[in-house]
């Protein structure tokens, strides 16, 4: 090696030593983002989007929006009226595929024969097979649909109208979020707004698996007093569950959003560690969904603080707070209640909003 360095010389040398610790410096730094202002493309023919209730990326870097039609205020229905009022606007229907310049793809979903669509939309996950699952926390909805990637209904877990509480096998209880494990055929759910657990079922015929809820322990219903940041952990989680994700390592990360904390589990249920995140954060919470850093080892958690509204990086083995990201605004770049958060292959971040930001944002590696 000491040859060929004074061959090359020590300008080469020295190009040679930054190529070969390149990789490794950057695997250690923190990652920074900017915002992409042009992304995503305005929709076709005068359509608007709602509250942006989820985001996904699938295997091929598409994205998967869910929004809430029924969000829209008056002044924005003027085209949908008779005789039209206005050309602005009609919503666009609740699910959306977009390219990963922002270009809208093909767009389904609502109300239709065989299942019983959410009252108010919330959570969006595309497995391996590109099949959409949705789930909704308006008022009795206590059901998940998986649809095939052009809309074709193709099953429903439980039933809307009612829940059976925390420690059903059939029902949910306003499930938030959910994630398939691919590999073993499984379907992981945040349920929810109402319930306060994580409950695994079969991705194939719906069946009821195992379910826990904080620390791995049965979960139970009833009141719990109210968050206090000076106040040791709590035994349960609190509404809403908001998130579920899964590690390449097999871990489970659970979004506990009120309590501003993280969970984590095997996915037997196991209990493994917990970290809180702004543990002095009120009303909303500051965990409201997480994913995982693209490299091998998913050193980095990219965490949605809809509360504070901000993007905040974090060890994942520590759960430090690394650096943030965003603040309260409409501009881009800024939020107004960061709802959920997706990643693609590259390491871009997306991310929509609810409330009254209703809109969607891509965040570019820098």
Same mark, same amino acid.
């Given at each position: 090696m000491r040859a060929f360095l004074g061959k090359i010389g020590l300008t080469g040398a020295a190009l040679l030593l930054a190529i070969t610790l390149a990789p490794a410096a950057f695997s250690q730094s923190t990652p920074r983002f900017s915002v992409d202002p042009y992304w995503p493309k305005p929709l076709p023919d005068h359509q608007i989007l709602g509250q942006v209730a989820g985001i996904a990326v699938d295997g091929r870097d598409t994205i998967w929006l869910i929004h809430r039609p029924g969000s829209l205020v008056e002044d924005e229905k003027g085209a949908t009226k008779t005789p039209p009022e206005s050309r602005c606007c009609k919503p666009a229907a609740p699910v959306l595929q977009l390219d990963r310049n922002g270009k809208l793809l093909r767009a389904w979903g609502g109300p239709g024969q065989? !299942?019983?669509?959410? %009252?108010?939309? *919330?959570?969006? *996950?595309? &497995?391996?097979?590109?099949? @959409?699952w949705i789930a909704g926390n308006g008022k009795g909805d206590h059901q998940i649909l998986k649809f095939a990637p052009d809309g074709k209904f193709l099953m429903q877990i439980g039933k809307s109208g009612s829940t059976g509480g925390s420690n059903s096998t059939t029902q949910l209880g306003l499930p938030a979020h959910m994630v398939t494990d691919d590999v073993a055929g499984e379907l992981y759910v945040a349920d929810g707004y109402g319930n306060r657990r994580i409950v695994v079922f079969d991705a194939k015929s719906g069946a009821h698996k195992r379910h826990w809820g904080a620390y791995g322990e049965k979960p139970a219903d009833g009141p719990l007093p109210k968050y206090d940041p000076k106040a040791a952990f709590s035994r349960s989680f609190a509404n809403p569950v908001h998130c579920v994700r899964l590690s390449n390592d097999g871990l489970v990360y659970v979004c506990d959003r009120v309590n501003n904390r @993280? #969970?984590? $589990?095997?996915?037997?249920?196991? !209990? @493994?560690?917990? $970290?809180?995140? %702004?543990?002095?954060?009120?009303?909303?919470?500051?965990?409201? &969904?997480? @994913?995982? %850093?693209?490299?091998?080892? #998913? #050193? $980095?958690? $990219?965490?949605?603080?809809?509360?504070?509204?901000?993007?905040?990086?974090? &060890?994942?083995d520590t759960g430090k707070v690394l650096s943030s990201f965003g603040q309260a605004g409409r501009i881009a770049g800024q939020f107004k209640w960061v709802h959920n958060i997706a990643i693609d292959s590259r390491g871009a971040l997306y991310t929509a909003e609810v409330g009254t930001g209703r809109r969607a944002q891509r965040f570019l590696r820098k």
């Open positions: 065989g !299942y019983e669509w959410p %009252s108010n939309e *919330h959570g969006i *996950h595309v &497995d391996r097979d590109g099949n @959409v @993280v #969970q984590v $589990f095997k996915k037997d249920g196991a !209990y @493994v560690k917990e $970290f809180r995140v %702004s543990a002095d954060t009120l009303a909303n919470g500051a965990v409201w &969904d997480l @994913v995982l %850093s693209k490299d091998r080892r #998913q #050193q $980095f958690i $990219f965490m949605a603080d809809g509360n504070n509204n901000e993007i905040v990086v974090l &060890d994942r």
